[in-house]
């Protein structure tokens, strides 16, 4: 059962991410640094979309005055949407405090400002239709009750808000990899991996669920993939789903250097990101 996973607790999710904040290990520069922002940018957008920004993420013109950002981690949404959209009052909120200090440097690195909340997407506690629309990006596949948060997400909007959400997607390659992990085991003895966290065999993983939840960290309690059906189900008991995309090749995994043509293919034709963009009934 992809959504029930009670032996694992908001707690140890808490736990792991306090000590591991999102792409800690990525960078060249000091955690938090702006030299750390300015590269961590640059790895989400060349390596989550090939080099290209998906403007299909931005909530639309009518729904940029209460915004949140749910999940935010170091705060590269929260300040991309800031910069790109006339929002009239963004929060940002995560699990952990953690993330909060990085996404509040982060803001006043590029002169942004923002209100912060230590929330739990499970069960949040702001009041019913706080928002206009949400943003929830590679978020809520890190929870047990995924399904809680899809609801929570629906509560806090208004009538007619919006919100784009996206989770890891289970792809060709997951499907079928009992079949061709032989091909990732090559890939591993010619360098491929992920640096940091106890990652660095996940290409030699059989196990495609393993690989889901190894892809953040030996020690990450939780990770899920959907396919599209699951993603929609997962959705529609709340939402008008509008838009359903897909994006993200780990090209800097690869031992080899790919040239961006080839990784925008990749990206299109092999995504291990399913992102939809929703509106509330």
């Known amino acids: 059962m992809i959504e029930a996973k009670s032996q694992i607790s908001i707690h140890d999710i808490h736990r792991f991410w306090s000590d591991n904040p999102l792409f800690a290990e990525d960078g060249a520069h000091e955690l938090g640094s702006p030299s750390w922002f300015e590269e961590h940018a640059k790895i989400v957008i060349n390596d989550g979309y090939a080099g290209h920004f998906d403007s299909r993420i931005l909530p639309p013109p009518e729904n ?85 948060c899809v609801a929570e997400i629906a509560r806090v909007l208004r009538s007619g808000g919006t919100a784009s959400i996206s989770v890891y997607y289970r792809n060709v390659v997951l499907r079928h990899w009992h079949s061709i992990g032989a091909i990732g085991g090559a890939l591993a003895s010619m360098g491929a991996k992920l640096r940091g966290r106890g990652r660095e065999g996940i290409y030699r993983e059989r196990d495609a669920d393993e690989i889901v939840r190894l892809y953040d960290g030996s020690e990450n309690p939780i990770g899920k993939s959907y396919d599209r059906s699951q993603f929609q189900a997962l959705l529609q ?45």
Request: charged fraction near 20%.
């Open 64 to 148: 940029c005055g209460r915004v949140l950002d749910l999940g935010c981690g170091p705060g590269f949404w929260t300040v991309e949407l800031l910069r790109r959209c006339k929002i009239d009052s963004m929060t940002s909120a995560d699990l952990t405090e953690r993330a909060l200090e990085l996404a509040k440097a982060r803001l006043a690195h590029y002169g942004l400002a923002a209100e912060h909340r230590i929330e739990n997407a499970e069960a949040m506690t702001f009041s019913n239709a706080s928002f206009d629309h949400v943003n929830c990006q590679g978020v809520i596949h890190h929870t047990p009750n995924t399904s809680a």
């Open 237 to 281: 008991p709340h939402f008008e789903v509008e838009k359903i995309y897909y994006h993200f090749f780990p090209a800097r995994s690869l031992p080899f250097a790919i040239p961006r043509l080839v990784h925008r293919v990749l990206d299109a034709r092999l995504p291990f990101m399913i992102f939809a963009n929703v509106r509330k009934h």
